[in-house]
Structure formats: C-alpha cells, structure tokens
C-alpha cells in the first residue's frame, strides 16, 4: 500500500507532554506528517504513550499533566494555539475520534438518530433537517448498517458491539473530517466484524480522503489497515517506516521483540515476550529507554539518548532511534519463526466433561445440547463470533449462570451448576478469569488487599507467607511487585487483566477458565503469559480458553471447538481445525484473522454482513 506523496494535511513537530509533579516527560520531541489518505499506524506496548499522544493531538491532556511545546499543525492551522471555544468547533468536524469502547461513548439515554441529529445541528446548522437525514442514511449505507427509521430510533444497547463500534465510524466520518484518530477500535470484536470495521476504515479514508492515526497493541491488524506505523516507547518514537520495511526488517530492536511475540493463525510460532517492564516517566534511564531490555544494549546506550536517524539505502523513509543500526544483521531474520514441537499430554484422564448443555436468558434460549470434555494438562481453545455462546457456555461450566440444564462433571464427580451449591473444595479447583477486569476487582481495595484475601481465604496462611505469595504471583504474570500498592483505577488495562489472571492463579487451579483474557494486552506480555500458561499445562493444569483470536489458538490450544448459535458445528486437534476446517463457518473465520502471512480481506459480502 503506497500513498501518493502530497502536502501533508498534519504536521506534528517537536510535541511534548509532561506530568505537571514532577517535570518528567510522558511523551517527548514527537515528530511526524500525515498526508489525506494515509493511514498512520501507531503501536506500543501500555505506558508507551499512545494514548497521550493521541489525546495531544486533539489538544486534550489527562488531568495532572500539560503540553509543554510543540505544534499540532492541521491544514496550516497550530491547535495547540486555539482557545477553548476554537477547540470544541474543530473537534469532531475537523478532527474526529473513534473511542476503544462504543458502549461508554454513546450516549446511552438517546436513540441512535437523536446523536446524529445532535451533532449535525452543532456542527452544520444551515442545513435542512431534509439534508441531515439524507447524510445520515447515507453514511449509515456506506458503513453497512440498515439505513431506515427502525433502526434511527433504536438505543445503543439494543445493538451489538458491531453495530455499536460502527455507528461511531458513522459519526466520526459523516462531517468528512481531515483527521480521525482510532483509538483501539477493534480490540473486543470477533474476527469477522473485526474484518468488516477494518473495511470500512480503509475504504471511508480513501473515499473521503481523511488522514487516520490507528492506535493498537495488535501488529496483525495493525498490517491489515495502516501504510506507515510509528513504534513508540516510554513516550519517544524509535522507529517509524512503512510498513513492509517495518514488518519485512525491522530496524529497531523493539520492533524486532515486538513482532518476534506475535501468535499467528498460520503457523504455530515460538514467542518470545521482551524481558522486562516499560519504564515510568520517573524511572527512566538517561539514554536510551529501552537499554535495560535490549541485548545488544553498550555503555553507550546506558548513557546518550539516541535521535532519529534516516536508515541507509531504505527503499522509502525510514527512521529508527539507535546507536547501532546494524544491529539485526546479528540477529535472526523475523520470517525464520521456530515452529513449536506439540508437548504430548501425560494422561488421557478426562477431568471436565460436560454433557447436554442447555442454557437461557429469560425466555431466549442460547445453547442447545452441548457436549465437550477435557482431558488434565490440555488446553481446549472455544471460538466463534460474538454471539454464538461462548461466555454463557464458560459461566455455565464455572457455576454463575443459573438457567442452565444438563451434566457437568467434574474429575468424574457430578456437580452443581450454582457455584453457591459447590463445595469449597470444587469452587477451589475451578477458577474463571473475567474478560473485563475493571469489573471483575474491587475499586475500593489495593491490589495486595485484593490477592492477599484470596490466600487467606484458601490456605489460611500466615501474613509473611501470604505476602510472598502474593509477590511471586505478580512476577508470574509480568508486574513489578509496587504495583501491589496501587488500585485498580491506577492500573492499565492489560495490568488489571494480569492482576485478574494473578488471582485466579493464587487458587492454584486445577481447571482455569479463560475468557479473552489476552485481548487487552500487548503482544510482548500477550506472550509471557501464554507462556505462563503452557508452563501450567506442564504441571498438569487443564484451561478451557474462550478467544477471538486465531492467532492465540494456534499458539496455545491443543484442541479446538467452533460455537455458532449456541451449538459446535465443529472440533479437533488445532493443526487439523486451523489448517483444513471442514465447516463452511469455520472456514469464513479463518479468512478474516488477520496475520502477518496473510493478505488483508478488501471486501465483504453481504451474507457475512448478516452475522454482525
């Protein structure tokens, strides 16, 4: 994917964001253009930056910290030097953003119509009500949803995540905007919507020629939408090229970890997680920020900060941030991926069996006899779109959906389907992790407070040992122990998530249920704990592990069941699943998972539109 070179529609020079306490820079000296029509890929593991710079952009700071120089130029026209008022009329005409999450940037009190009406009448005022409506079915067409009054006077939580995500694509592209700025948008959403919103990204941008900036922890869809990426970490860009240089060489030992921790539908790959944690704004070392992770880091990295630099004899742009350029050429090539040897199972001893499963909500029924078993030590991958059963059938198994029938056995003993019917020593031997860990820890404790009391309430331990637990789990799952001090709403996404995951594994399982836990974190941490988990198997512990992701199946899943409409149209071994599916929706799954072997999907038919 090339763009025509042209006069850039965003220039940004020399921005800096800092923490208002201490000083210390969140993101420093950030230098890029943008032309019409180019999709701008920006990627980075959590603490990065990503969001900053991108609230920066829109001339927008997080309370506690302010932009301290730098220009954001749209069209010749410095943001950064406008007030309040001049902001808010830019914001959403000229500049438009598409949040992670649809449900919480919706509006929830007002139908669908009424948030277009509402801001059609801020932002274009001199046009008829006539003229909006017609704008408004025409942008709800182009993003494929149903262009009618039925669906204008819905809610937003009448529809799905899809639809949802879609609406907003809808709002920010209707006023044709010069810049729009995607913040995660496809994190949550199964393979095939996710193929369908990429879509209609790619093809709005180019339609309307509207400069996009793609925020995202996953290189895989990253390569399906963007022309150029931006690697960012602790707050500074090391490396910005093309993509095919970017994903063909990587110049950047960063980008190389990166792309070395991404799981592949295709093949099954050795990853390997980069050692390590991101450094704060406060901790950060006075050269290079990626020093004390990198293998081939000097005393001189330790010590200078290293600049931008054109690399030499790059076929198009292409700068990195690095002492030694020259790096890779001692390193392996990205494409020669070790192929992982499948670790046979030391018992064929079924542990979970699940039998005639059928489940409701109220009057609407979602599974419809259901039957599958697991044997101790494997790993049995559940997918399907959004939908088709998944998480009901894992609630159902962990005893918290209460309308279900059928037998579920556990270790060849008959059990509940109420967790609060279990004995102690059942509900200890079956954990589920949550997809959304926000919900799912106390607000209101610290983390240590939080898996402190699950020892206690299992091992009844003493306080020194329950802090050493508490310790060696956190480094289990890839988090500083000072993070037992913070709570919750002080964490990001992916470290609630690996808090999450560390509770459950404070229980020392024997089953763990696994509900996208790795859809909110990035490839490296994705990485170590797919690798944590692979070590769990080895010491006997069996997961049923609910995803979207195809690429996660192939690393980690031993077998693999397909969920449509509430029953398994299809299962088997991995390799035999991901390489021949037999069934018709199999086979459409497959085709939209994105890969860094694969060619993006550039369409999508109508029928698949039906599913989301």
Same mark, same amino acid.
């Given at each position: 994917?090339?763009?025509?070179?042209?006069?850039?529609?965003?220039?940004?020079?020399?921005?800096?964001? =800092?923490?208002?306490?201490?000083?210390?820079?969140?993101?420093?000296?950030?230098?890029?253009?943008?032309?019409?029509?180019?999709?701008? &890929?920006?990627?980075?593991?959590? &603490?990065s930056g990503k969001t900053t710079l991108s609230s920066a952009l829109l001339g927008y700071t997080r309370h506690g910290a302010k932009i301290i120089s730098g220009q954001v130029i749209l069209n010749?026209?410095?943001?950064?030097?406008?007030?309040?008022?001049?902001?808010?009329q830019i914001r959403g005409c000229q500049i438009a953003h598409v949040a992670q999450d649809p449900g919480t940037a919706l509006n929830p009190v007002l139908k669908i119509g009424q948030q277009f009406? +509402?801001?059609?009448?801020?932002?274009?005022?001199?046009?008829?009500?006539?003229?909006?409506?017609?704008?408004?079915?025409?942008?709800?067409?182009?993003?494929?949803?149903?262009?009618? +009054?039925? $669906?204008?006077?819905?809610?937003?939580?009448?529809?799905?995540?899809?639809?949802?995500?879609?609406?907003?694509?809808?709002?920010? $592209?209707?006023?044709?905007?010069?810049?729009? %700025?995607?913040? *995660?948008?496809?994190?949550?959403?199964?393979?095939?919507?996710?193929?369908?919103?990429?879509?209609?990204?790619?093809?709005?941008?180019?339609?309307?020629?509207?400069?996009?900036?793609?925020?995202?922890?996953?290189?895989?869809? =990253?390569?399906?939408?963007?022309?150029?990426?931006?690697?960012?970490?602790?707050?500074?860009?090391? +490396?910005?090229?093309?993509?095919?240089?970017? $994903?063909?060489?990587?110049?950047?030992?960063?980008?190389?970890?990166?792309?070395?921790?991404?799981?592949?539908? !295709?093949?099954?790959?050795?990853?390997?997680?980069?050692?390590?944690?991101?450094?704060?704004?406060?901790?950060?070392?006075?050269?290079?920020?990626?020093?004390?992770?990198?293998?081939?880091?000097?005393?001189?990295?330790?010590?200078?900060?290293?600049?931008?630099?054109?690399?030499?004899?790059?076929?198009?742009?292409?700068?990195?941030?690095?002492?030694?350029?020259?790096?890779?050429?001692?390193?392996?090539?990205?494409?020669?991926?070790?192929?992982?040897?499948?670790?046979?199972?030391?018992?064929?001893?079924?542990?979970?069996?699940?039998?005639?499963?059928?489940?409701?909500?109220?009057?609407?029924?979602?599974?419809?006899?259901?039957?599958?078993?697991?044997?101790?030590?494997?790993?049995?991958?559940?997918?399907?779109?959004?939908?088709?059963?998944?998480?009901?059938?894992?609630?159902?198994?962990?005893? #918290?959906?209460?309308?279900?029938?059928? #037998?579920?056995?556990?270790? &060849?003993?008959?059990?509940? $389907?109420?967790?609060?019917?279990?004995?102690?020593?059942?509900?200890?031997?079956?954990?589920?992790?949550?997809?959304?860990?926000?919900?799912?820890?106390?607000? %209101?404790?610290?983390?240590?407070?939080?898996?402190?009391? !699950?020892?206690?309430?299992?091992?009844?331990?003493?306080?020194? +040992?329950?802090?050493?637990?508490?310790? *060696? !789990?956190?480094?289990?799952?890839?988090?500083?122990?000072?993070?037992?001090?913070?709570?919750?709403?002080?964490?990001?996404?992916?470290?609630?998530?690996? =808090?999450?995951?560390?509770?459950?594994?404070?229980?020392?399982?024997?089953?763990?249920?696994?509900?996208?836990?790795?859809?909110?974190?990035?490839?490296?941490?994705?990485?170590?704990?797919?690798?944590?988990?692979?070590?769990?198997?080895?010491?006997?512990?069996?997961?049923?592990? =609910?995803?979207?992701?195809?690429? !996660?199946?192939?690393?980690?899943?031993?077998?693999?069941?397909?969920?449509?409409?509430?029953?398994?149209?299809?299962?088997?071994?991995t390799d035999q699943v991901l390489s021949s599916p037999k069934h018709a929706y199999t086979q459409l799954l497959l085709a939209h998972a994105p890969s860094l072997f694969k060619t993006p999907s550039?369409?999508?038919?109508?029928?698949?539109?039906?599913?989301?």
């Amino acid at each position: 994917m090339i763009v025509k070179q042209q006069a850039a529609i965003l220039e940004v020079k020399n921005l800096s964001v =800092v923490l208002v306490a201490t000083g210390n820079d969140i993101i420093s000296e950030i230098d890029f253009t943008l032309q019409a029509g180019e999709v701008l &890929g920006l990627v980075g593991e959590s &603490g990065s930056g990503k969001t900053t710079l991108s609230s920066a952009l829109l001339g927008y700071t997080r309370h506690g910290a302010k932009i301290i120089s730098g220009q954001v130029i749209l069209n010749g026209r410095d943001i950064l030097k406008l007030n309040d008022q001049q902001i808010r009329q830019i914001r959403g005409c000229q500049i438009a953003h598409v949040a992670q999450d649809p449900g919480t940037a919706l509006n929830p009190v007002l139908k669908i119509g009424q948030q277009f009406d +509402e801001l059609l009448e801020v932002h274009q005022p001199e046009l008829s009500k006539s003229a909006h409506q017609q704008k408004i079915l025409k942008i709800l067409k182009e993003v494929g949803l149903a262009a009618d +009054e039925e $669906f204008l006077k819905r809610y937003p939580h009448q529809l799905s995540g899809g639809q949802q995500q879609r609406v907003l694509l809808a709002l920010a $592209f209707i006023l044709q905007p010069q810049l729009i %700025i995607l913040d *995660e948008p496809t994190t949550a959403l199964d393979v095939t919507t996710q193929s369908l919103v990429l879509n209609i990204i790619r093809q709005l941008c180019q339609e309307y020629q509207v400069a996009a900036i793609y925020v995202s922890h996953d290189l895989t869809v =990253v390569k399906d939408i963007a022309h150029r990426v931006i690697v960012l970490y602790s707050g500074r860009i090391a +490396e910005d090229a093309w993509l095919e240089n970017l $994903f063909e060489q990587p110049r950047h030992p960063y980008s190389y970890g990166l792309i070395q921790a991404i799981p592949d539908v !295709v093949e099954k790959r050795e990853l390997n997680p980069i050692q390590g944690h991101a450094p704060s704004p406060n901790h950060r070392s006075p050269g290079c920020a990626f020093s004390d992770r990198c293998a081939y880091a000097t005393a001189q990295c330790r010590s200078e900060r290293p600049h931008l630099v054109a690399v030499e004899h790059a076929q198009h742009p292409h700068f990195i941030a690095c002492h030694y350029p020259e790096w890779y050429q001692n390193a392996e090539q990205v494409h020669a991926a070790h192929l992982l040897q499948e670790d046979g199972l030391n018992t064929q001893e079924i542990v979970l069996r699940a039998e005639n499963i059928n489940a409701w909500y109220g009057q609407h029924q979602v599974l419809f006899d259901v039957n599958l078993q697991i044997q101790r030590g494997e790993c049995l991958a559940l997918v399907g779109e959004s939908g088709s059963g998944k998480t009901t059938l894992s609630k159902a198994i962990a005893g #918290i959906n209460e309308s279900v029938t059928g #037998i579920l056995s556990l270790e &060849g003993q008959t059990v509940p $389907f109420q967790a609060k019917n279990r004995s102690l020593k059942q509900r200890h031997k079956l954990q589920y992790i949550f997809q959304n860990p926000y919900k799912a820890l106390n607000p %209101i404790h610290t983390i240590e407070h939080t898996l402190s009391k !699950v020892v206690q309430h299992f091992f009844k331990t003493s306080t020194d +040992e329950t802090a050493q637990r508490v310790s *060696e !789990v956190l480094k289990q799952v890839s988090l500083p122990d000072q993070i037992k001090y913070a709570y919750p709403r002080d964490l990001s996404g992916g470290e609630r998530q690996r =808090v999450a995951i560390a509770r459950a594994l404070l229980c020392q399982p024997d089953i763990l249920i696994c509900d996208e836990i790795t859809s909110a974190l990035d490839v490296s941490v994705q990485a170590s704990i797919l690798q944590l988990l692979q070590q769990l198997q080895q010491q006997g512990v069996t997961i049923l592990f =609910v995803t979207h992701n195809l690429g !996660v199946v192939r690393a980690i899943a031993n077998r693999v069941a397909v969920l449509q409409k509430g029953r398994i149209i299809e299962t088997g071994d991995t390799d035999q699943v991901l390489s021949s599916p037999k069934h018709a929706y199999t086979q459409l799954l497959l085709a939209h998972a994105p890969s860094l072997f694969k060619t993006p999907s550039q369409t999508i038919s109508d029928q698949q539109l039906s599913y989301v």
